[in-house]
T-cell receptor
Framework: NAGVTQTPKFQVLKTGQSMTLQCAQD?????MYWYRQDPGMGLRLIYY???????DKGEVPNGYNVSRLNKREFSLRLESAAPSQTSVYFC?????????????FGPGTRLLVL | KQEVTQIPAALSVPEGENLVLNCSFT??????LQWFRQDPGKGLTSLLL?????REQTSGRLNASLDKSSGRSTLYIAASQPGDSATYLC????????FGAGTRLFVKA
């Protein structure tokens, strides 16, 4: 049981390049999330998927797209990377939208856009 | 719009001291409030989750309280140890989850 996994761990991109961040969970969770974390700030929600087949925008969706490939996998795509997208990206999952459920986080992807 | 604030932003204490971290939020319509620990360069580890109907949760040397009416939660750490050094984040879950910026804790041996 690996929990939430993310690939890659580190990535350096040039401005204008594209890439996809991968996230997978093996806990049979329904909801999945993508956050970004910048220095001195808390995590900010980029996109989320409440259930398989649905995706919705979070606080900071501009410049990103997502795909909920199946129940296990939720990917985040940067079509044309910008230096402002330099950040640490975390994927999280939760079983359902009830009070007692805990979010589980992946180890993060550190992205540098030059 | 939910806003979450954590005070202080950073804290340095000697080993063995009891300490309190604070989290305040503006919208009391929440499902739960969760405290996380984050070590440098690592992901988030859940410490305690308090449901909206609960007042507190305890795990070992950690105790978290929730007062929805005042929009406040505290994380109490008893007998702090150098291994407690990390950033502590609170997250308030309503329709969406909103995080505070965190408190960076350093416990000196």
């Amino acid at each position: 049981n690996a929990g939430v996994t993310q690939t890659p761990k580190f990535q350096v991109l040039k401005t204008g390049q594209s890439m996809t961040l991968q996230c997978a969970q093996d806990m049979n969770h329904n909801s999945m999330y993508w956050y970004r974390q910048d220095p001195g700030m808390g995590l900010r929600l980029i996109y989320y998927s409440a259930s398989e087949g649905t995706t919705d925008k979070g606080e900071v969706p501009n410049g990103y797209n997502v795909s909920r490939l199946n129940k296990r996998e939720f990917s985040l795509r940067l079509e044309s990377a910008a230096p402002s997208q330099t950040s640490v990206y975390f994927c999280a999952s939760i079983r359902g939208q009830v009070e007692g459920e805990t979010q589980y986080f992946g180890p993060g992807t550190r992205l540098l856009v030059l | 719009k939910q806003e979450v604030t954590q005070i202080p932003a950073a804290l340095s204490v000697p080993e063995g001291e009891n300490l309190v971290l604070n989290c305040s939020f503006t919208d009391s319509a929440i499902y739960n409030l969760q405290w996380f620990r984050q070590d440098p360069g690592k992901g988030l580890t859940s410490l305690l989750l308090i449901q909206s109907s609960q007042r507190e949760q305890t795990s070992g040397r950690l105790n978290a309280s929730l007062d929805k009416s005042s929009g406040r939660s505290t994380l109490y750490i008893a007998a702090s140890q150098p291994g407690d050094s990390a950033t502590y984040l609170c997250a308030v879950r309503g329709f969406k989850t909103i995080f505070g910026a965190g408190t960076r804790l350093f416990v000196k041996a």
